[in-house]
């Protein structure tokens, strides 16, 4: 956590020391939203990734939660400083930010996304005390630069209607009920459905119950995902070796057991563990402030950017978790040691829940739908999550597009024998609908 921060001092002392180029005709404190760039959600989003990584509790579906609330609270911090933006309040189920800036002040909006982000990570990552010293220290550095951006006044009032922001945010993210959720990954008396073909606990580890059980029933950000159509399962479950499932199965085995040297690499590099990384959702919020950073984002784009990546990681994570435990399906692990070999070994191990649909497979393919709706369908980019890690192969990957990106993590549990292809490609499909509504959706 240490480099992490050395690194986000070096970048907000050069924003600190940086003058705006592009000013109107307004007072130095009514300077346009949109002249303002997006060093402080930047900064934030990378303490919030290392936060993700470091965070006990913190599986795939709760740092994607954690992620939809960051974004919000980004949001609703600079939405009144903007024309292009207004309050999502009423067009999110029960949400209501309940604050506003007040009349015949001035507000600099910087300052109020760095204390909406403050506050919102005290909460949302409270679960760790190193993490309270570390968001203490990145707010104060950040607010320690903007010293000769605007008048005092003009500051403290925009750090004081963001610490409202983050509040209510937080507030609102508590009526999920999910407040504890890292504490819950696991939850003690869940009764899996037991019967031939369906999921039970896996090695190494053999996780007795499976992770989440009840995300699926989770509050999601758009009222079009609450009621998206689930993926058909099919084939059904045979142990027939002239099955279609069997095939499935057989294709799972002969991939996994016979990886080229790039197969296996993509497949550890999108593996995304969590307590390794920042997890799956982490990943694709990780390519989103990458192209923010690239395309030098002012602060209401990267607002509006980080605030959709946000609420479609959460959303696939719902989705996807709610389909998983409708059918509850076996694992390939367990299919193939029963039918097939009952020596197989994995190269990644299997996580702990029912297989269909691929959650990889869902949230990068809704993730790549709201990426290419901001940043258009052949954006051509390199991805360097993994650069500075040594347990695996991390140098950069370039990919030609967001779909491109989208499809090799996906097909990257097929590599690792974690999931069968219809998993893999019913996901991307699936995650590519419920990205589709969060991408339509108007912040305007």
Known sequence: MKKVLIVLCISLLIFSCKKEENKDTKDFDGIAIENYMAEVPNAWYGLFLAMTKGTPGFSPP?????????GLALYESIAPGSTATHTLSSRLSKFNVGVEPGGGKTYFWPASANAALAEIGRNL???KASNLVSIDSLENLIKSGFSGQASAEAIENGADFGKKVGHSVYEYSKTDGQD?????????????TVGLGKWVPTPPAYQPIPMQPYWGSVRTFMFKNAAIAMPNLVPGFSSDANSGF?????????VSTNLTQEQELIAKYWSDDPGKTS?????????????VEKENLNLEKAAVAYCKLGFVVHDAFVNCWKCKYQDNLLRPITYI?????????????????????????????????????????NYAFQDKTHNNRVDI???????ESFSEFANEAAISRLYGGIHFSRAIYE????????????AEFKMD
Do not use: W
Not at 345 to 359: I, V
Not at 428 to 438: A, D, Y
């Open 62 to 70: 709760v740092a994607a939660r954690a992620f939809g609330y960051d």
């Open 125 to 127: 990552y409270r679960n």
């Open 180 to 192: 504890e959720c890292y504490l819950t990954n696991f939850p003690v008396g869940y009764q899996f």
């Open 246 to 254: 069997y095939a499935q199965a057989l294709e799972t085995y002969n």
């Open 279 to 291: 997890t799956p959702s982490g990943h694709s919020v990780s390519i989103m402030k990458q192209v």
């Open 337 to 377: 040691r029963t039918y097939i070999d009952p020596a197989y070994n994995s190269l990644l191990s299997t996580p702990p829940f029912p297989e269909f649909p691929s959650g990889h497979s869902v949230q990068s393919g809704a993730s790549a739908l709201v990426l290419e709706s901001l940043f258009g369908n």
């Open 393 to 399: 192969n991390g140098a950069p990957r370039n990919f």
């Open 427 to 438: 996901g991307v499909t699936f995650g590519r609908n419920v990205g589709k509504n969060v």
